[in-house]
């Protein structure tokens, strides 16, 4: 599956926790597989160990996670981000 994922409120001292505070489109199975790859791939790195588990792609609050049907995403493979493109 796709999913659409959207910061909420990036003016939040929540988005700290994050290097990237824009759209995101992951490919996974399932809505929690999408925010936690979205959270282990934006996490903010301090002092050599990445600090994903306050991030606030996980939390309902602070983003949005919706099922995208684009047809400009492949829905079969890995679970990745797709974009932003540049992640690559």
Not at 9 to 33: K, L, Y
Not at 43 to 62: F, N
Request: some cysteine; overall charge negative; aromatic content about 12%.
């Amino acid at each position: 599956m796709i999913f659409k994922l959207e910061p909420l409120n990036v003016e939040s001292a929540e988005w700290e926790h994050s290097t990237w505070r824009g759209e995101v489109i992951v490919r996974a199975a399932t809505e929690e597989a999408a925010r936690r790859c979205a959270a282990t791939a934006f996490s903010y790195v301090r002092d050599d160990e990445a600090d994903d588990a306050a991030s606030p792609w996980l939390q309902a609050a602070w983003s949005s996670c919706v099922p995208s049907d684009d047809p400009s995403y492949e829905a079969e493979g890995p679970t990745m981000v797709i974009a932003p493109a540049f992640f690559d």
